[in-house]
């Protein structure tokens, strides 16, 4: 499958037919969860600073709701499209019925890139996301959350032009807010701490100790930068990075094999995961072409970039070394690239259980912030961790007695969670 010809949508229903086989599920759940309820696309008209106007185009979209309000981030990414965001959209159904969490699946996007824009440009478009949507989302609709390239600051302005419209504070509308403005101690490494618990777990489970393995991550955003600083913590080594380079408009991975030093790496990178080339050169790292990062031998392979990273052109590159992936970004493994790593035997976190680190820690936020109430760091940690261990070992267990791959394991555990809901609530 070439990249051109990549859909999510289409690999996310695949993944959803396949267990919806397994477990039996009438043709009404089926046809209900196999694709989004509502969506929503619209134009945002932004006055650039140039004095120009830009049409930006901009989408939400909620999968189900039967759990709970529709819950997901909103990318800022040039290449969106539709059905990314419904891919999105299903997986975070899925991830926060895996986890437990009485939530939905939404998502949203805009196409943009906010490398190339002004921060009262961004401002602006944050501020025209939320004109577009202010009646049909809110804290018990829809709560959105950062995703790839959007931050708390954008969450911020967003808050404030829901507050406007609607003439009142609530904080409950959208999570990965700044701490002090009604964000949660512990969001801003939820998701990467969450990869990092998986694979404790998972590490355990394959009889290796932590400290005596060594990874290899794709991506170097919020997700990877904080899996790289709490694995190197737990005494595992960082074997490379790769990363955008927004001056030279590529990839490069980063590599250093007698370990790279993951907290270092982060005072030398931007808010969009870029990492300043001279200073890593300083660091004594050596710089590899971007597709380096699939190729090293390391034990385990974290992709926390975009979808679609893994694929037939590079799956076999995969070192005879690796024991697991932990899939850190949502889809970075197409259909045909799965089913590779699913004959070779490699041990997988999926998505949807590995990265919902995030989402659940957007929960905790979401009950701090509709309680005024706000929690110390460590106990906010020790209940994702809490989560995150149950969440796993119960898909382990899925997995173990109906000898599953455990992609399909947490699928049967999050459809059956949510076609319980529809059929509860009388949809179906
Ligand atoms: N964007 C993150 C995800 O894909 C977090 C979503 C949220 O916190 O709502 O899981």
Not at 341 to 359: H, M, S
Not at 368 to 392: F, G, I, P, R
């Amino acid at each position: 499958m070439t990249v051109s010809s990549y859909n999510p949508y289409e690999n996310a229903q695949a993944q959803f037919d396949r267990v919806a086989r397994i477990i039996g599920l009438d043709q009404a759940t089926c046809a209900l969860l196999r694709q989004p309820m509502r969506e929503f696309h619209f134009t945002i008209p932004v006055h650039m600073d140039d004095g120009s106007t830009k049409i930006f185009n901009g989408y939400r979209i909620q999968h189900n709701d039967a759990r709970g309000p529709a819950k997901g981030g909103i990318r800022f990414h040039p290449h969106e499209t539709a059905d990314t965001v419904r891919a999105l959209s299903m997986w975070m159904t899925w991830k926060c019925s895996v986890v437990d969490i009485p939530l939905g699946g939404g998502k949203g996007g805009i196409v943009c890139d906010p490398r190339n824009m002004t921060e009262n440009e961004q401002e602006r478009l944050c501020r025209g996301w939320i004109r577009q949507l202010a009646k049909v989302v809110g804290p018990v609709i829809d709560v959105p959350a950062p995703d790839v390239m959007s931050n708390s600051k954008h969450m911020l302005w967003m808050l404030d032009e829901f507050e406007t419209i609607h003439g009142g504070r609530y904080p409950g509308f959208i999570t990965g807010k700044p701490v002090g403005m009604g964000g949660s101690l512990g969001r801003t490494e939820a998701t990467g701490y969450g990869v990092i618990y998986t694979v404790r777990e998972a590490l355990k489970d394959l009889g290796l100790k932590l400290e005596e393995t060594t990874a290899s991550f794709q991506g170097f955003g919020n997700v990877a930068q904080y899996a790289a600083v709490l694995f190197q913590r737990l005494g595992g080594k960082v074997i490379s990075v790769c990363c955008w380079d927004n001056n030279d408009k590529k990839a490069y991975t980063y590599r250093k094999l007698d370990g790279l030093n993951a907290e270092a790496l982060l005072t030398i990178v931007d808010s969009f995961g870029t990492i300043n080339k001279e200073k890593a050169l300083e660091m004594g790292c050596e710089i590899l072409p971007q597709g380096a990062w699939i190729e090293q031998d390391v034990d385990i392979l974290i992709p926390a970039a975009l979808e679609n990273q893994i694929t037939l052109d590079n799956v076999n590159k995969i070192s005879k070394q690796v024991k697991l992936i932990a899939e850190g970004a949502n889809g970075p493994i197409n259909t045909d690239a799965d089913e590779v790593i699913r004959e070779r035997g490699v041990f997988l976190v999926p998505d949807f259980l590995c990265n919902a680190g995030g989402v659940t820690c957007s929960y905790f936020e979401q009950v701090q912030s509709n309680n005024n109430y706000y929690w110390e760091k460590d106990e906010v940690l020790q209940k994702l961790d809490q989560k995150m261990t149950s969440a796993y070992r119960a898909t382990k267990e899925t997995a173990d007695k109906n000898k599953l791959y455990m992609r399909d394991a947490a699928y049967v555990i999050a459809i059956n969670r949510v076609a319980q809901a529809v059929k509860m609530r009388g949809w179906v």
